[in-house]
């Protein structure tokens, strides 16, 4: 289900909003991204390193030359992204998951508490590289 739409062809767009909307101010311009996009931000992020999503968020929204990236799409499509990893993890019978989240997740985060993962197995990916709060 979680890999079937992270597969999905998501075209990513730009649009430049005429209201505000949680963090970005009327006029400026929005990226809606991609799982896939957020996947490989993810996967750049060095082993022992930790990055929050508004950085992510921030990155993502520099690359594509917009203001910000919508906070809203962004969880969707980063919870998209975890899913279909563990999918994939318990699927091929791997000992962790091909993406490594737990360098982004928090898991007191409200999108930790989603997932379909125990916040103790998130805290123990985090302690194997070294990862501390």
């Known amino acids: 289900m979680w890999t079937e739409k992270f597969n999905r062809q998501y075209k990513e767009k730009i649009k430049k909003l005429t209201i505000n909307f ?4 009327k006029g400026e311009t929005m990226l ?5 996009s957020i996947a490989k931000y993810i996967k750049k992020i060095p082993k022992g390193k930790k990055k929050t999503v508004n950085e992510m968020r921030e990155a ?13 799409s962004t969880g ?12 994939e993890q318990s699927k091929k019978k791997l000992k962790k998951p091909k ?15 989603k997932l379909t993962i125990s916040k103790k ?13």
């Open 76 to 87: 969707i499509f980063l919870r998209i992204a975890i899913e279909a990893s563990l999918e």
């Open 121 to 133: 197995l998130l805290k123990a990916y985090k302690s194997q590289e070294s990862i501390n709060e």
């Open 60 to 72: 993502l929204a520099k690359k594509a030359k917009a203001d910000k990236t919508c906070p809203v």
């Open 99 to 113: 993406l490594p989240f737990w360098r982004i997740i928090d898991e007191k985060s409200t999108i930790a508490k």
């Open 22 to 25: 949680a963090d970005i101010k």
């Open 32 to 36: 809606v991204s991609s799982p896939v």
